[in-house]
């Protein structure tokens, strides 16, 4: 501050004035704000500065002050305080499950649901209604995947009856379905305890005890061969033709007797040269060339394999369709896939196929 005392003109209260208006706005501003009194002969002033604001002032208020020339009355003319709000902004929002109301899409296995918040929180102990109750963050590996949607790594034809449990309350599966034992692993996965009762509910019904730990063991083995034969072109006309035939061989071994029992159902193993005995049975056929005569295919003590029952009876014609038969039957029995030969990505040109029930 710079005060200078040789003013002639400035009246004797003055100073306490001035001394009085200075203690007021250092204890109002910022303690850097600091008046200045400049002053000349006739025209003594009082110089502020016009805006200030500071972090100490904790409104954050833009004070402006004007001030006059001294005219023997008060030393400022006006004093206007006008708040400003100071800026906040806004805390980062954590993942969250969607709000209550609006549709949900689940994507389980690569088949997408739609559904609602309030349906996936029905049973609120199972690990669904933990997923996504409201206020909780969305897991890492819950993170929606592209268009929006949840993946959940888990069977998506099954949750098709876990979602209706959840929406009905109530267990209602189609006749003759099969797959108990895939749905109760499910329902054991997400933990929903009234569907696993209800589970074993149908199950007492149906008096089929709870299966048992079994292996299940199925290798298949492919081998080209060249046939020669004799095709007749004519009345007395005979040439001498070759065409290829592959030879498939099969074993399936199981420590399940039902399950071996609808093995060899499936296949059609009647004869007591295909079905060994034991828990496991061989199975060799060839399917027939189109351009091997039926004569020469009989010669030669070839047969084909068939599947399915009644009215749906179909050839096997290679690999992959036998491992289909294999693991629909598999999977019927409460059977589940353990490990794949040689590539896990090629299910149905693999070599080896291994199941396990616990």
């Avoid at 009762?197 to 299940?216: F, K, M, V, Y």
């Avoid at 005979?238 to 061989?249: K, N, P």
Wanted: net charge negative; with cysteine; glycine share 8%.
């Amino acid at each position: 501050m710079r005060l200078d005392r040789n003013f002639p003109s400035l009246p004797s209260g003055f100073p306490l004035l001035f001394s009085s208006v200075l203690k007021t706005f250092r204890e109002f501003l910022c303690p850097e704000t600091i008046p200045h009194y400049q002053g000349s002969w006739g025209e003594p002033q009082i110089l502020l500065p016009c805006t200030t604001t500071c972090a100490s002032n904790p409104e954050n208020l833009n004070l402006t002050t004007q001030f006059c020339t001294y005219s023997g009355s008060s030393a400022f003319s006006s004093l206007s305080v006008s708040p400003v709000p100071p800026k906040i902004s806004p805390p980062p929002v954590p993942s969250s499950p969607p709000s209550f109301g609006g549709p949900v899409t689940l994507n389980v296995g690569g088949t997408l649901y739609s559904t609602t918040l309030e349906t996936l929180t029905r049973f609120p102990d199972s690990m669904l209604g933990a997923m996504f109750r409201a206020g909780t963050p969305i897991p890492p590996n819950l993170n929606t995947q592209g268009g929006g949607h949840y993946f959940i790594d888990r069977d998506g034809k099954a949750f098709r009856h876990i979602l209706n449990f959840l929406r009905l309350g109530r267990l209602d599966l189609p006749r003759g379905y099969g797959e108990t034992a895939l749905l109760r692993a499910e329902a054991d996965f997400y933990q929903i305890r009234p569907l696993l009762d209800a589970l074993r509910e149908l199950e007492a019904s149906r008096g089929t005890p709870a299966p048992t730990a079994a292996l299940l063991h199925a290798d298949v083995d492919a081998s080209p061969r060249q046939v020669h034969f004799s095709a007749r072109r004519g009345p007395h006309h005979y040439e001498l033709s070759s065409v290829q035939v592959d030879t498939f061989r099969a074993n399936i071994f199981c420590t399940d007797p039902e399950c071996l029992g609808a093995m060899r159902a499936r296949f059609g193993v009647a004869s007591e040269d295909r079905a060994e005995g034991g828990p496991h049975f061989h199975l060799e056929w060839a399917p027939r060339p189109a351009e091997l005569p039926e004569v020469e295919y009989r010669r030669l003590g070839l047969q084909p394999l068939w599947t399915g029952g009644p009215g749906e009876r179909r050839e096997v014609v290679g690999t992959p369709a036998f491992l289909e038969e294999v693991l629909r039957v598999a999977l019927e029995h409460g059977f589940r896939l353990d490990s794949v030969f040689p590539d896990p990505e090629d299910l149905l040109n693999s070599r080896s196929l291994r199941f396990v029930r616990h």
